[in-house]
C-alpha cells in the first residue's frame, strides 16, 4: 500500500492518475468500512492537500487527475477547499447521491504555494 502524501514516483511520471483517498473521518475500532477502506487521521485536511500536491506532481503537464470522493461524512466542498487546483467538471454516483467524481487538469503554470489557515 502506498502513501498517497509521498508517491514513490518521479516528477510528470503518468498521464493519468486516479485519486481515491480514504473518505472516512470517524469509524470505530471494528468498523468494517474502515478496515476495507481505510481512515483518515484527524489531520486530515492536511493530509489530502498533500495528496493533491503528490498527484499533480506526479502528472505530466498534460495531465488529468480524476478524484472520487463519497460525502458520507465529509463534505466534498470541504475537501475542494484543500486543493490548490479547481475540477473542470464532476458528476455525482450512487444510490444517494453522494460520490463525486471530479475531473482536473494539471495547470501549465504552477500554483502558488498553499497558505496554512486556521481549520474549518
Same mark, same amino acid.
Given at each position: 500500500?502506498?502513501d ?17 483517498p ?12 474502515? *478496515?476495507?477502506? +481505510?481512515? !483518515?487521521?484527524?489531520? %486530515?485536511? @492536511?493530509?489530502?492537500? #498533500?495528496?493533491? &500536491?503528490?498527484?499533480?506532481r506526479?502528472? *505530466?503537464?498534460? +495531465?488529468? !487527475?480524476?478524484?472520487? %470522493?463519497? @460525502?458520507?461524512?465529509? #463534505?466534498?466542498? &470541504? ?22 467524481w ?19
Amino acid at each position: 500500500m502506498l502513501d498517497f502524501r509521498s508517491l514513490p514516483y518521479p516528477d510528470g511520471a503518468f498521464k493519468l492518475v486516479a485519486f481515491d483517498p480514504p473518505h472516512l473521518v470517524r469509524a470505530g475500532a471494528r468498523s468494517w468500512l474502515a *478496515a476495507k477502506y +481505510g481512515k !483518515l487521521g484527524p489531520d %486530515w485536511r @492536511e493530509d489530502l492537500r #498533500k495528496g493533491f &500536491e503528490e498527484c499533480f506532481r506526479v502528472l *505530466a503537464a498534460d +495531465g488529468v !487527475l480524476v478524484f472520487k %470522493w463519497n @460525502e458520507t461524512q465529509v #463534505k466534498v466542498k &470541504e475537501v475542494l477547499a484543500v486543493a490548490t487546483v479547481s475540477p473542470l467538471f464532476g458528476h455525482l454516483t450512487g444510490r444517494k447521491g453522494l460520490t463525486h467524481w471530479l475531473v482536473f487538469m494539471k495547470p501549465t503554470t504552477p500554483a502558488p504555494k498553499h497558505q496554512p489557515g486556521p481549520p474549518g
